[in-house]
């Protein structure tokens, strides 16, 4: 007989119909073949089913083989039962290898271990676990990253035979992970110890992200400024050219560097800062808020003003010194220079500053010296001497006698000079100078006039006894007449010397010396 013999026949509907049959042979009593009998059963819906679970599993093992996840099925064990292609392509192995391969053949202990714990936890609770990291070790020994799922495989009683699960290679995203958390913790690193404050804000300028030294610098805790608004710590002064820049920004989306504002700290300290404000977009290219930096410059700030009033005070002195005084510059250019200075000289000061040389007002007498001394002053400030008296001349070309006072400034090569005018001085010391010579000779005027006026008397009472008494020729005559004629000049002589009121001089011997010039020092002279 045969059983179990399949095949197709139609029914008086025409439906098709499956059908499973056993055939026998039929035999008369002398044992002779005279037909068949058989037993037909319909299994159409078996048939049906078988063929659907064949094309299902097809479609499961298409699905499986070209799936880029591994599919696993472990026995309670742990050893491998089955597998896609995937798998033996992610870790390496032949199918020959990994069919029984254990877990703790490709995990280090401290896996092993944790993976123990993950699927125990599986058999006891039977619920699935997903998206569990983890490290195994391919064939080649290199290190991979899995992200895996497990869940329970019960066998037809129910009971719990092994674990089957999806395995999905994440190496790269661990790496690129790594990658970011190390990019992080150092960008981080670098903004929470940074003095600088850094800080991010929302279009309508609330806070959204700060370093600590935002934190420090305000005296705010983190939860108060998380969200706070701009208005809240900026110096109301300054809000409107804080908007102004915002909007610049926003509407260029060009950064902005070295914009100098006040905030306020918690305890209502005044802080002068100075920002960048820079355009925050998202992946859209889409502007989303601001970020910046902020430096302290409370102390810049007032170094410039404490600068600022030493610069009026100092300045205020120079101008009032009472005295001519600039300021030179190495190349001997005047830097500076006070009102004074401008009457000394006749030039102003923006003639002078930052263009002319004091050179220019020097006497060609002194020049070479002075220059010198400017010269060597830079090498040795004690070498020159600190004051001395030089010739200048001013714009109209008039001749002044100073008294010039240089000290360096520390430091630097500069110097100051502070010019005393001693022309008045210097012309009344030679008018005191005069009148002392002047004393002199007419106290030696008197002196000889004293001596000279007795024996003119005498000469003179002669003379006239002579032109009296006689008259001897006419020779005799014109010899007395000379003689008073000497006597007389000498009297006037006498007259003029006797009235010397100025000391003029002339010159005498074909300019080799100077004498006194009697006729224009006398009160009589002409």
């Not at 674990?163 to 670098?190: C, D, M, P, Q």
Request: with cysteine; net charge negative.
């Amino acid at each position: 007989p045969i059983n179990g013999f399949n095949w197709e026949f139609s029914d008086k509907n025409g439906r098709k119909l499956q059908v499973e049959a056993s055939i026998s042979l039929r035999r008369d009593e002398g044992g002779m073949p005279v037909g068949f009998s058989g037993v037909v059963r319909d299994v159409t819906e078996r048939l049906f089913a078988e063929e659907a679970l064949r094309r299902s599993e097809e479609r499961y093992r298409g699905i499986l083989e070209n799936m880029e996840e591994a599919y696993y099925e472990v026995d309670l064990n742990g050893s491998f039962t089955f597998f896609n292609p995937t798998l033996v392509k992610t870790m390496g192995y032949s199918f020959e290898e990994l069919i029984g391969m254990n877990f703790r053949d490709y995990t280090t202990p401290d896996i092993s271990n944790r993976l123990i714990d993950i699927f125990s936890n599986v058999l006891i609770s039977g619920a699935p676990i997903r998206g569990f990291d983890w490290e195994l070790i391919t064939k080649d020994g290199n290190k991979m990253y899995v992200d895996s799922s497990v869940s329970l495989i019960k066998g037809s009683q129910g009971k719990p035979v092994g674990f089957r699960g999806v395995t999905r290679n994440v190496t790269e995203r661990k790496h690129a992970e790594e990658a970011l958390r190390r990019s992080e913790e150092r960008y981080r690193g670098i903004l929470e110890s940074m003095e600088e404050s850094y800080y991010e804000l929302d279009l309508e300028g609330n806070m959204t992200f700060f370093n600590s030294s935002t934190v420090k610098r305000l005296g705010y805790s983190t939860e108060e400024l998380f969200g706070m608004n701009y208005n809240q710590y900026v110096d109301q002064e300054d809000i409107p050219k804080v908007i102004e820049k915002y909007t610049q920004v926003y509407q260029t989306g060009e950064s902005v560097w070295g914009f100098d504002w006040k905030i306020v700290a918690k305890d209502g300290r005044k802080i002068y800062v100075e920002s960048s404000i820079a355009l925050i977009r998202n992946a859209e290219g889409k502007p989303v808020g601001f970020r910046g930096v902020t430096h302290d410059v409370t102390w810049r700030k007032e170094a410039e003003e404490s600068l600022r009033r030493s610069e009026e005070k100092y300045r205020t002195i120079f101008e009032n010194t009472g005295t001519a005084t600039m300021l030179s510059a190495e190349d001997t250019t005047v830097l500076i220079a006070n009102s004074n200075f401008e009457t000394l000289t006749g030039y102003s000061k923006e003639e002078m500053e930052g263009k002319m040389s004091w050179t220019l007002f020097v006497d060609k007498e002194d020049l070479e010296r002075m220059i010198a001394y400017h010269k060597d002053r830079r090498h040795d400030p004690s070498g020159p001497p600190a004051a001395y008296e030089a010739k200048c001349r001013n714009r109209s070309g008039e001749l002044r006698h100073m008294y010039l006072s240089i000290a360096m400034i520390p430091g630097t090569k500069e110097s100051v000079i502070s010019c005393l005018d001693l022309t008045d001085r210097k012309r009344m010391e030679e008018e005191i100078r005069n009148r002392e010579k002047l004393q002199g000779v007419l106290e030696m005027a008197g002196a000889v006039c004293h001596e000279l006026n007795q024996p003119l008397q005498v000469l003179t009472s002669t003379a006239d006894l002579l032109l009296s008494e006689t008259s001897q020729g006419r020779e005799r005559d014109e010899l007395i007449a000379t003689v008073q004629n000497v006597v007389d000049q000498i009297g006037n002589l006498t007259k003029k010397i006797m009235k010397i009121t100025d000391y003029e001089v002339k010159d005498y011997l074909g300019g080799k010396s100077r004498i006194i010039d009697i006729d224009r020092s006398s009160s009589n002279g002409e």
